[in-house]
T-cell receptor, first 114, second 112 residues
């Protein structure tokens, strides 16, 4: 499968713990996005990278959230000191930025904070 | 006001029906428009891009009215497999940011 992959697919953690999610984009894609989706809502933008540069961060991304894409390939999203309100589906998408851009989404990581 | 607004539904229609979804967006600088489909507990998948001239893909027709900041999706001859949530999506433009702004989604349930 050459699509976007995300790991883990599911994560249950206790409040206050740190969690890290990984996203592997489609190999030739230079842009990588993170979104968060809660029940009954559409995905909300968190941040994105072009190659290894983080170009934009949403105000939704509090100080407890950090994302990296160190070599311009895979990306990690870390949430420190998780809160129950962090429970959501975290979606990664990638695209090839070349004029018209289509984002392809991974299957997501579903986080439940107890 | 939400940046992209959709009627969440649900729309319950019989097989073979024609159904239309509408969406409005608030930022007049928006440049790209899409409909994504999302099945329950799955990731969103691009259904079609939306152009000012209108575009059609089989049973699906999308329209954009920039003056009214309004986007529509028409599904003809509904199939059971069309049951899903349809997300209206806007992009300010790939020259600036690639981030997508999603509506809440409209749920469609096609019944036999």
């Amino acid at each position: 499968d050459t699509g976007v992959s995300q790991n883990p697919r599911h994560k249950i953690t206790k409040r206050g713990q740190n969690v890290t999610f990984r996203c592997d984009p489609i190999s030739e894609h230079n842009r990588l996005y993170w979104y968060r989706q809660t029940l009954g809502q559409g995905p909300e933008f968190l941040t994105y990278f072009q190659n290894e540069a983080q170009l934009e961060k949403s105000r939704l991304l509090s100080d407890r959230f950090s994302a990296e894409r160190p070599k311009g390939s895979f990306s990690t999203l870390e949430i420190q000191r998780t809160e129950q309100g962090d429970s959501a589906m975290y979606l990664c998408a990638s695209s090839l930025f070349s004029g018209e851009e289509t984002q392809y989404f991974g299957p997501g990581t579903r986080l439940l904070v107890l | 006001r939400k940046e992209v607004e959709q009627d969440p539904g649900p729309f319950n229609v019989p097989e073979g029906a024609t159904v239309a979804f509408n969406c409005t967006y608030s930022n007049s600088a928006s440049q790209s428009f899409f409909w994504y489909r999302q099945d329950c507990r799955k990731e969103p998948k691009l259904l079609m891009s939306v152009y000012s001239s209108g575009n059609e893909d089989g049973r699906f027709t999308a329209q954009l009215n920039r003056a009214s900041q309004y986007i529509s999706l028409l599904i003809r001859d509904s199939k059971l497999s069309d049951s899903a949530t349809y997300l209206c999506v806007v992009n300010l433009g790939s020259g600036n940011t690639g981030k997508l702004i999603f509506g809440q989604g409209t749920t469609l349930q096609v019944k036999p």
